[in-house]
């Protein structure tokens, strides 16, 4: 499923204009983003935990070619699925 699928969907299950489902989306969307880039999580009890984490500068290799890299330290989103989006998976 991918955005205006998703908009689609919960406009339909909600009654509400796609528009207004497309905005409240992208607002929640851009707060989660701009929540962890600045180093703080976002927790939604029993959905996951939107956070950050850094990633160390490493050496790689090329598999082209088999040549060393230098891989720069970076840091990446993560998210950790809460108990009850975990449990809608499995049947329970």
């Not at 908009?7 to 983003?33: N, Y």
């Amino acid at each position: 499923m991918n955005k205006t699928e998703l908009v689609a969907t919960v406009a339909e299950v909600s009654g509400k204009p796609k528009a207004d489902v497309k905005e409240v989306l992208e607002a929640l969307l851009g707060q989660i983003i701009k929540t962890v880039k600045s180093g703080e999580e976002v927790s939604l009890v029993g959905f996951g935990t939107f956070k950050s984490a850094e990633r160390a500068a490493r050496t790689g290799r090329n598999p082209a070619t088999g040549k060393e890299i230098k891989i720069p330290a970076s840091i990446q989103p993560k998210f950790v699925a809460g108990k009850m989006f975990k449990d809608a998976l499995n049947g329970k």
